[in-house]
C-alpha cells in the first residue's frame, strides 16, 4: 500500500539552528501538504502545494519558514532560525483531486523539539 | 470562516461500552466533514467521511458518524470501544471549493479502561 513518507521521524535542535524537514507524496499525488501540530491541539496547514506552486501559504511565518516542491514531487520545509515555540509535528499530506474532492493521506510526522 | 469544536478534550470509558465524541462545525455554506485517528507519534489515519448523500457514514474499525445539518454536527460513535482504540481523534471540516485545505478540531483523547 502507497504511503506518505517522512524524514526525519524525530529532530532536536537547539534555537537559532536550521532545520530541514523532508516530504515524499504517493505517487500521483498532485496536492501535497504541509502541516504544524502543536502539542495538544489540531494540525493547522502551513503549506499547500499544486504540482510545483504554492496555492495558499497564509499562515506560513515567512520570516523564517521556507517551502518548496520543485520538480512537483517531494518536498522540503526549512525554518531558519529556528526557536523554542516551533517546537511541535510537522505533518505532510497528499491527495489526488476526484470531483472537486481531496482526500488527504497522512504521512507519520516529523517530531521537533527546539531546545 | 469555518471553525470545528470538539466538545470534550477527554474521554474515558470502559472496555466494551459505547462512546461517542462530539463534533460541531460552523460554516456558511455546504461542507465536506472528516474524522481521523492518531495514535502516539503517528500521522492521521482517515476513519471516515461525509460527502453528501446518506447521513449516516461507517467507517474502519467499527466507528460511525452522523451528519445533522440542522445542528450543525457531526458526531462519532461506536457501539463497543476497544483497549485499541485508546488515541486522539480529530474532526475536520472543508468546503467543495476550497482545494482540499481541512480545518480541524482541537482533539478528543479517547482513553479505554479494562
Known amino acids: 500500500e502507497a504511503e506518505v513518507a517522512q524524514s526525519p521521524r524525530y529532530k532536536i535542535t537547539e534555537k537559532s539552528q536550521a532545520v530541514a524537514f523532508w516530504c515524499d507524496p504517493i505517487?500521483?499525488?498532485?496536492?501535497l501538504y504541509w502541516y504544524r501540530q502543536i502539542l495538544g491541539q489540531g494540525p493547522e496547514l502551513l503549506v499547500q502545494?499544486?504540482?510545483?506552486?504554492?496555492?495558499?501559504d497564509s499562515q506560513l511565518p515567512k520570516d523564517r519558514f521556507s517551502a518548496e516542491r520543485l520538480k512537483g514531487v517531494d518536498s522540503t520545509l526549512k525554518i531558519q532560525p529556528a526557536e523554542l515555540g516551533d517546537s511541535a509535528m510537522y505533518l505532510c499530506a497528499s491527495s489526488l483531486e476526484a470531483g472537486g474532492i481531496y482526500e488527504q493521506y497522512f504521512g507519520p510526522g516529523t517530531r521537533l523539539t527546539v531546545t | 470562516a469555518q471553525s470545528v469544536t470538539q466538545l470534550d478534550s477527554q474521554v474515558p470509558v470502559f472496555e466494551e461500552a459505547p462512546v461517542e465524541l462530539r463534533c460541531n462545525y460552523s460554516s456558511s455554506v455546504s461542507v465536506y466533514l472528516f474524522w481521523y485517528v492518531q495514535y502516539p507519534n503517528q500521522g492521521l489515519q482517515l476513519l471516515l467521511k461525509?460527502?453528501?448523500?446518506?447521513?449516516l457514514v461507517k467507517g474502519i474499525n467499527g466507528f460511525e458518524a452522523e451528519f445533522n445539518k440542522s445542528q450543525t454536527s457531526f458526531h462519532l460513535r461506536k457501539p463497543s470501544v476497544h483497549i485499541s482504540d485508546t488515541a486522539e481523534y480529530f474532526c475536520?471540516?472543508?468546503?467543495?471549493?476550497?482545494?482540499?485545505?481541512?480545518?480541524f478540531g482541537q482533539g478528543t483523547t479517547l482513553q479505554v479502561k479494562p
Open positions: 475536520a471540516v472543508t468546503e467543495p471549493s476550497n482545494t482540499g485545505k481541512l480545518i
Open positions: 461525509y460527502l453528501s448523500g446518506s447521513t
Open positions: 505517487s500521483g499525488h498532485a496536492t
Open positions: 502545494f499544486q504540482d510545483e506552486s504554492v496555492v495558499d
